[in-house]
């Protein structure tokens, strides 16, 4: 058994959801209620190390009021443990869970920082050099997260999309333009050689908020 994994993200016209320097604020107010609307809703939100260390984020819901007192339990892939301690993921507001890789077993200073942050988080220990996400996803099944919001970046993106382990795709385009081959798109990670290896979608709503266009497909 696994979470139902819903994947939002924001990004430009031209697919980017991030600038080339990292920069990333992309959806107007509307879109960023929403997005804190369906984050009160799961039990979990999963980000790629690199967000953390780009964004710093809190993972939290603080853009809309909510009368539910527990935030959903924040999830890292972070294969080396470089969360890094005083990061704002690792605050009391919500649970945090790290995933990390096999090689904590045979590189001492990742073993260190992964010990360190199991003082602020929960780890988990993935048996392969690359957090195994299908592991990963049965483990937080067990930890009581039954849907799971994907919050990026563009390479845990395509890992989990790879794995067919997200179940629904839910993107808010903003009418902009940012151009750039070294920008993150929507995902990036090695890709499919060929059209016929694509994951097919089917467009189930999509409608105007603010300026934005938010599209929610389902993953075939
Ligand atoms: N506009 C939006 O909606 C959003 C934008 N962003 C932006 O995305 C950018 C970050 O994206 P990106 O650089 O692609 O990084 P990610 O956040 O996707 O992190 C990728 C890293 O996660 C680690 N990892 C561990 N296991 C796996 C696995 N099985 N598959 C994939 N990754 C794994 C790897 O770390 P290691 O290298 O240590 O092995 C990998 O390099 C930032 O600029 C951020 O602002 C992020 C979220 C939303
Ligand atoms: N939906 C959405 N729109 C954008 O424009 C964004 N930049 C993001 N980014 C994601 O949200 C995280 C920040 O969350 P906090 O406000 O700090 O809780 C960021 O790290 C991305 O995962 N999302």
Do not use: W
């Amino acid at each position: 058994m696994r979470p139902y994994v819903i994947l939002n993200a924001a990004m430009t016209l031209d697919g980017k959801i991030a600038t080339k320097t990292g920069s990333s604020e992309i959806s107007g107010l509307e879109d960023l209620k929403r997005v804190h609307e369906l984050r009160k809703e799961v039990d979990g939100i999963m980000v790629g190390i690199n967000t953390v260390l780009m964004d710093d984020p809190r993972l939290t819901v603080h853009k809309i009021t909510s009368e539910k007192l527990d935030n959903p339990i924040r999830v890292v892939v972070d294969n080396k443990a470089r969360t890094p301690i005083e990061s704002r993921i690792l605050n009391d507001d919500a649970l945090t869970i790290i995933a990390v890789s096999n090689k904590v077993e045979t590189d001492n200073i990742i073993f260190e920082r992964s010990k360190a942050l199991s003082e602020k988080a929960d780890v988990f220990y993935s048996k392969d050099p690359s957090v195994n996400l299908k592991e990963l996803m049965k483990y937080l099944y067990s930890k009581k997260i039954k849907t799971l919001m994907l919050e990026g970046g563009s390479t845990l993106n395509f890992s989990m999309l790879r794995e067919n382990l997200i179940d629904e795709i839910r993107v808010c385009v903003a009418p902009m333009v940012v151009g750039g081959k070294y920008a993150k798109t929507l995902f990036d990670g090695d890709g499919f050689d060929f059209m016929k290896e694509a994951i097919n979608l089917e467009l189930k709503n999509s409608y105007q908020l603010g300026k934005d266009l938010v599209l929610e497909y389902k993953v075939l």
